[in-house]
């Protein structure tokens, strides 16, 4: 009997463990962003049914005032900052994720 499997799984690698792990993946959320930017720059990064239509540009873009306005406060390190926003919409509630890498 062959098992089904409908979903692509090039790229997965299951460990001794049966732990299922992403192979060849980017050592970040803020460099996979970067390559979305540098690949694809114009494609759809976040869709709001009914609504706002985001690219990875303008993603990035906006990422990057928040960035700004994050070092002009004085609030830098290394590492990461994941900030989330929310705020209410016709269709309910919606979230903004930023996220930036101090160089």
Same mark, same amino acid.
């Given at each position: 009997?062959?098992?089904?499997?409908?979903?692509?799984?090039?790229?997965?690698?299951?460990?001794?463990?049966?732990?299922?792990?992403?192979?060849?993946?980017?050592?970040?959320?803020?460099?996979?962003?970067?390559?979305?930017?540098?690949?694809?720059?114009?494609?759809?990064?976040?869709?709001?049914?009914?609504?706002?239509?985001?690219?990875?540009?303008?993603?990035?873009?906006?990422?990057?005032?928040?960035?700004? *306005?994050?070092?002009?406060?004085?609030?830098?390190?290394? *590492?990461?900052?994941?900030?989330?926003?929310?705020?209410?919409?016709?269709?309910?509630?919606?979230?903004?994720?930023?996220?930036?890498?101090?160089?």
């Amino acid at each position: 009997m062959s098992v089904i499997k409908p979903f692509d799984e090039s790229g997965i690698a299951r460990g001794a463990d049966g732990i299922a792990r992403y192979l060849e993946r980017p050592p970040s959320v803020v460099e996979m962003l970067r390559r979305s930017v540098e690949e694809a720059p114009q494609s759809e990064a976040i869709v709001e049914v009914g609504g706002e239509r985001i690219n990875y540009r303008d993603l990035w873009d906006r990422s990057a005032r928040v960035a700004g *306005g994050l070092q002009a406060l004085g609030k830098s390190g290394k *590492g990461e900052v994941l900030l989330r926003f929310k705020r209410k919409s016709r269709t309910g509630q919606r979230s903004h994720i930023v996220v930036w890498q101090r160089s």
